[in-house]
């Protein structure tokens, strides 16, 4: 086994503790911006349409967690089979599951393995996945999360073998402008923008920040239209997002769904209806129907108008790895 320790200086040696043990690290996670910047001190990775994924081991097999610690083991085998290849006893890392259509990550495609709970039906699916692994928490039973993101890169690329479903996140030094410009046209979701010389700091902060190519994010399920003509399910979902105040209306949104999602949704949404609307702002949508503010949906749109709704909104998927009360505008 790699000794991380025997890697490093001496200042680096004295950051290092012992790991206290288990398999799970609470994530650190992005704030948005909009303010893109090129800087030498910082790194930029490419922002994956996917889900979070924290992976580890602790003298056992490779156990697999979502971002709100929920145990993703079955809906991902192939994962935790390449990670117990590696033959590392004690390791925690950090990185995001992506399902591919074409060249371009597909939330939509990886919507099909992410509700799975059962290895044998994940495995036939037919859909690929892969993990592209960008952080190394702890290995061999040592503490990495006080040493500078540049040295936890440089240990993840020498403590693994990286080959499919496995991928080392690659990144760019400096340039996130041009690189930005360059994610945009490839098509990318967007670039997450890392503090090279700071420790792994759980939760959010601005230590890393997200750069988006198109707008999008989690909005809370708080009801849903009737379904017009010929469609079935229902019309549109009433969504919106918590701040102070409770949960705020974010509008409607009417498209992004195929006859089979618009059948399960609303037999979800049946399942937690309720008489009166959870949203603290009044809607006025005829004929609408409520449900217990617990399902969280990924939504891309255009914009967010002046009067505080989302313009062209689609549908992307449902999320499973967020708690619907964490789910803030995002500014």
Known sequence: MTDPAGMLDEDSRAALRAWPGGTWHSPQLATLTRHEFSDESWIYERKLDGVRLIAGADGGEPQLW??????????????????AAQGASSFVVDGEVVAFEGDRTSFARLQKRMHLTDATTARRTGVAVHYYVFDLIAFGGVDLTGLPLRTRKRLLHECFEFTDPLRFSRHRNGDGVEFLAQACARG?????????????????????????????????IGGY?????????????????????????????????????????????????????????????????????????????????DDGKLRHPRFSGLRNDKPARDVRREA
């Open 66 to 83: 979502s971002r709100n610690r929920k145990r993703v083991d079955a809906s991902y085998p192939e994962i935790a089979d390449a990670l």
């Open 188 to 220: 990318w979701e967007g670039l997450i923008a890392k503090r090279a010389d700071q420790p792994y700091r759980s939760g959010r902060g601005r230590d890393w920040l997200k750069f988006k190519c198109v707008s999008g994010q989690e909005f809370v």
């Open 225 to 305: 239209t009737d379904p017009k003509g010929s469609r079935s399910g229902f019309g549109a979902l009433l969504v919106g997002y918590y701040d102070g105040t409770g949960l705020r209306y974010a509008g409607k949104v009417g498209t992004g769904y195929d006859e089979r999602t618009l059948r399960e949704l609303r037999g979800k949404l049946d399942e937690r209806s309720r008489t009166a609307s959870p949203f603290v702002d009044e809607v006025r949508e005829p004929g609408a129907h409520w449900a217990e503010p617990e399902l969280v949906a990924e939504v891309g749109f255009s914009e967010w108008t």
